[in-house]
């Protein structure tokens, strides 16, 4: 006699979401959907709720309001890249902002800093986003074409 399959929760969004049991167990790029997306929101809700102590690390702004606008857009990424990975729905879009996003960032800290405008800090982020980026190259791998996570 054989056993029926045990029902599975729905992993879709919305009211009817079942959570994610837990975080052990995931797939190498859920797992670094969920370490980016804490990275993310951390430094970016910095920017919303302390600018002042941002500053101090970063340096000094012309435009508060720029550095508030870039602190939701990082944040509001972050949420969605950790959410998707919390939920193992990290699909090749979820990758792609990820990835996009890491190399993004690397490449406006370097140039800035290049340029004097910016604090040679963010060299420390840039390396961090180009980790970041390298470990989503590792995680999808050669040859492994579209991965949605299960």
Not at 18 to 25: E, I, K, Q, T, V
Not at 44 to 71: C, I, M, N, R, Y
Not at 113 to 121: E, K, L, N, Q, T
């Amino acid at each position: 006699m054989t056993r029926p399959e045990p029902r599975r929760p729905s992993r879709t969004l919305g009211a009817a979401t079942a959570p994610s049991p837990g975080l052990r167990g995931l797939h190498p790029a859920e797992a670094l959907a969920v370490a980016q997306g804490a990275y993310y929101a951390a430094t970016g809700l910095w920017a919303l709720l302390d600018v002042d102590s941002f500053q101090e690390v970063t340096g000094p702004k012309v435009d508060v309001w720029l550095v508030k606008t870039v602190g939701a857009l990082v944040t509001a990424t972050g949420g969605a890249i950790g959410l998707a990975g919390a939920r193992r729905r990290v699909t090749p879009e979820i990758e792609l902002l990820a990835a996009g996003s890491a190399l993004g960032l690397a490449a406006i800290d370097v140039y800035y800093v290049a340029r004097g405008r910016i604090a040679p800090i963010y060299l420390a982020d840039a390396v961090a986003e180009l980790g970041l980026a390298a470990a989503w190259a590792l995680v999808r791998g050669p040859g492994q074409g579209r991965r949605a996570s299960r």
